[in-house]
């Protein structure tokens, strides 16, 4: 089956300590995101890269880095740097051109700090 | 550049009433339009898309929405609430080839 991976579901970080959260894809979608969901604050995007070997910041992107070596696997890590990382951590594919750039999501990690 | 309102941030319906989840958009062409569903804990799941033609689009669950370009609008309904239909319902839109854009969610309470 097709879909998005993240791992862990649950993740807990103690403080001042950095933490790289997983999302693996096999839609051989072009384009990947990173959002952060916090209650009553809908999606906020961190991240996202719409190619191998580049990504651009979102709207939210101090104190967060990601990597794109391979087309599947776009991994984000929280660094110490983010003053408030306890949230839900969401990431998404999409198909870049010639699409409707419809989001299919992995299931989501939540992150705890300590 | 594109943009997206949802009016109430909560709604609540007794089991069995009409569903009716508001959804206005910006957007300088003719949009693509989407609603998706979010359960407790897990990830957004599609439930439905406007594209082009048809503009009242089925999905799943018993949902639909309907695109008005005079109204920019594409709300969701649902003729008959289920319990299992409390959730948090995100609009989204999207102009050919550039990014989406999510509105800040409605989370939906379905009264017994």
Redesign the interface.
């Known amino acids: 089956d097709g879909g998005?991976t993240?791992s862990p579901k649950y993740l807990f970080r103690k403080e001042g300590q950095n933490v790289t959260l997983s999302c693996e894809q096999n839609l051989n979608h072009d384009?990947m995101y990173w959002y952060r969901q916090d209650p009553?604050?809908?999606?906020r995007l961190i991240y996202?890269s719409q190619i191998v070997n580049d990504f651009q910041k979102g709207d939210i992107a101090e104190g967060y880095s990601v990597s794109r070596e391979k087309k599947e696997s776009f991994p984000l890590t929280v660094t110490s740097a983010q003053k408030n990382p306890t949230a839900?951590y969401?990431c998404?594919s999409?198909i870049?051109?010639?699409g409707?750039?419809?989001?299919?999501?992995?299931?989501?990690t939540?992150l705890t700090v300590l | 550049a594109q943009s997206v309102t949802q009016l109430g941030?909560h709604v609540s319906v007794s089991e069995g009433a009409l569903v009716l989840l508001r959804c206005n958009y910006s957007s300088s062409v003719p949009p693509?339009l989407?609603w998706?569903v979010q359960y407790p804990?897990?990830?957004?799941?599609?439930l439905l898309?406007y594209?082009t033609g048809a503009t009242l689009v089925k999905g799943i669950n018993g949902f639909e929405a309907e695109f008005k370009k005079s109204e920019t609008s594409f709300h969701l309904t649902k003729p008959s609430a289920h319990m299992s239909d409390a959730a948090e319902y995100?609009c989204a839109v999207?102009e050919?080839?550039?990014?989406?854009i999510?509105?800040?969610?409605t989370r939906l309470h379905i009264l017994p």
Request: charged share 15%.
């Open positions: 998005i993240q384009a009553g604050q809908g999606l996202y839900f969401l998404a999409s870049v051109r010639g409707t750039y419809e989001q299919f999501f992995g299931p989501g939540r | 941030s693509y989407f998706y804990n897990q990830g957004l799941q599609l898309k594209t995100f999207s050919p080839n550039d990014k989406i999510f509105g800040k969610g």
